[in-house]
């Protein structure tokens, strides 16, 4: 991971932390779980307007943006581990984006960040489309050239647009660019965690295979399905009700858990 503007400059830290404390950011060993439901839920309230002040703060000219991206992947470790939060309150995902915006705004070459992000905002919040939209402002500032593993931010955005949006065209543009940034990383001579060459080569087969016009409907109920599994607020039930209605199933309960069927 990407800590290195965190332990290089100390001197800057201070500044940032003192400007952290000036924006009421929670402590890092503070989690959001209150003592009873009311609480919890103010502290997720505080924190989502928090997330939304940073949103307003300036991009240019202060210096600070890596530092604010860093500091805010922390805070997301924090609150996605929050197990006490969701187990007693049901408190769900819900700010996921919002923290990924921060973190791609300030940082948008934070490549081993868009993982967390795809995980945590397709997965568990229930809100591909919001992470397509995240992939898609990240990658106009991305270069093949300078982030070799980039391709991989192709493959993550191609995967949403495959199997929660239905958008087969929109996925196989996606590998195609994950091929072509492939073939890059692999003449650059850095060593990487996979092999460019072979992910270059599954993404043209996969875009090969969506030449074709392909009934996706399947696939996007087995990834609704996955999304179901995860889910522990009734916001992200709704939502993922919603969808399946559009792909023409239902959630219903058997045997005191919830099961898709068709409507």
């Known amino acids: 991971?990407?800590?290195?503007?965190?332990?290089?400059?100390?001197?800057?830290?201070?500044?940032?932390?003192?400007?952290?404390?000036?924006?009421?950011?929670?402590?890092?060993?503070?989690?959001?779980?209150?003592?009873?439901?009311?609480?919890?839920n103010k502290a997720v309230r505080d924190e989502e307007a928090r997330l939304k002040l940073i949103r307003q703060l300036p991009s240019r000219g202060l210096g600070f943006n890596n530092m604010?991206?860093?500091?805010?992947?922390?805070?997301?470790?924090?609150?996605?581990?929050?197990?006490?939060?969701r187990n007693n309150f049901q408190t769900g995902y819900g700010l996921s984006p919002l923290y990924f915006a921060n973190i791609i705004d300030r940082d948008p070459r934070f490549v081993s960040s868009y993982i967390y992000m795809s995980a945590s905002i397709s997965m568990f919040a229930g809100a591909p489309s919001k992470a397509i939209d995240i992939y898609t402002k990240g990658l106009r500032s991305l270069d093949?050239?300078?982030?070799?593993?980039?391709?991989?931010?192709?493959?993550?955005?191609?995967?949403?647009?495959?199997?929660?949006s239905g958008d087969g065209k929109g996925?196989?543009?996606?590998?195609?660019?994950?091929?072509?940034?492939?073939?890059?990383?692999?003449?650059?001579?850095?060593?990487l965690v996979e092999d460019p060459?072979?992910?270059?080569?599954?993404?043209?087969?996969?875009?090969?295979?969506?030449?074709?016009d392909r009934d996706l409907t399947k696939a996007q109920v087995g990834a609704w399905s996955v999304v179901l599994q995860n889910a522990v607020d009734k916001k992200t039930v709704q939502i993922i009700a919603q969808e399946l209605d559009k792909l023409g199933m239902k959630i219903e309960i058997k045997n005191g858990a919830q099961v898709i069927v068709p409507k």
């Open 1 to 40: 991971m990407r800590f290195r503007n965190l332990a290089i400059n100390l001197g800057a830290i201070a500044i940032f932390a003192a400007i952290a404390l000036s924006l009421q950011f929670p402590k890092l060993n503070q989690r959001l779980s209150g003592q009873t439901l009311d609480e919890t």
């Open 68 to 85: 604010i991206a860093n500091f805010a992947f922390l805070q997301f470790l924090q609150y996605f581990g929050d197990d006490i939060a």
């Open 144 to 164: 093949p050239d300078r982030q070799p593993s980039a391709y991989t931010i192709w493959r993550y955005k191609a995967t949403d647009q495959l199997l929660f």
């Open 171 to 191: 996925a196989r543009e996606s590998y195609l660019k994950a091929a072509e940034w492939g073939d890059i990383a692999s003449l650059s001579g850095k060593k």
């Open 197 to 212: 060459k072979l992910v270059a080569e599954a993404s043209r087969q996969s875009a090969k295979w969506l030449e074709e």
